[in-house]
């Protein structure tokens, strides 16, 4: 596809449940980056990839979130044992090359609901 | 703690007119900045990208960057009611982390028929 693709769209999960969300970056992007969007706020950055390597885990917020890209290009972005305080907009990015300073283009991201 | 402000608005402008968004950040060595436009329930959509200090102009929008006041901003010159949604604007870090974006909370742009 032209864009990043993310599923689903909506996750409803109860807590205490595993979830996994799933990105497919722009074909050919070296460079993959999942953020977190709280209801009013901007994203924040949680990874980053470059090809299959995950270069920065600085922002998963604990041990239950965990993220692969194991081939250097779908990445799934887990959280074990959800709390309500994850419920939040999950959105993938992804740029062309490796490195900073470069544009990234957004999915439409996974809103996630933890009851 | 690199911090990127942005007034959360409602900003209002009737349709023709010019909307102005203001951005600071707080990491004096930040090289990339860039504003995203996000409509409710969407993605944020990368609007312009800037580099250098200055303007730059993109059909009716223009970034300006100022590196000594650490301030950039958005003009959308004759705002239509599509513009309408919030504005976001990153900065990207500096050094081995150029790669990490700092988000504002963004600026609701309402612009009024």
């Known amino acids: 596809g032209a864009g990043v693709s993310q599923s689903p769209r909506y996750k409803v999960a109860k807590r205490g449940q595993d979830v996994a969300l799933r990105c497919d970056p722009i074909s050919g992007h070296v460079s993959l980056f999942w953020y977190q969007q709280a209801l009013g706020q901007g994203p924040e950055f949680l990874t980053y990839?470059?090809?299959?390597?995950?270069?920065?885990k600085s922002g998963l917020p604990s041990d239950r979130f965990f993220a692969e890209r194991p081939e250097g290009s779908v990445s799934t972005l887990k959280i074990q044992r959800t709390q309500q305080e994850d419920s939040a907009v999950y959105l993938c990015a992804s740029s062309k090359d490796r490195g900073g300073n470069q544009p990234q283009h957004f999915g439409d991201g996974t809103r996630l609901s933890i009851l | 703690q690199k911090e990127v402000e942005q007034n959360s608005g409602p900003l209002s402008v009737p349709e023709g007119a010019i909307a102005s968004l203001n951005c600071t950040y707080s990491?004096?060595?930040?090289?990339?900045f860039f504003w995203y436009r996000q409509y409710s329930g969407k993605s944020p959509e990368l609007i312009m990208s800037?580099?250098?200090?200055g303007d730059k102009e993109d059909g009716r929008f223009t970034a300006q960057l100022n590196k000594a006041s650490q301030y950039v901003s958005l003009l959308i010159r004759d705002s239509q009611p599509s513009d309408s949604a919030t504005y976001l604007c990153?900065?990207?870090?500096?050094?081995?982390?150029?790669?990490?974006?700092?988000f504002g909370k963004g600026t609701l742009l309402t612009v009024n028929p």
């Open positions: 990839f470059q090809n299959e390597a995950q270069l920065d």
């Open positions: 990491d004096r060595v930040s090289q990339s």
């Open positions: 800037i580099y250098s200090n």
């Open positions: 990153a900065v990207a870090g500096s050094g081995g982390s150029n790669y990490k974006l700092t």
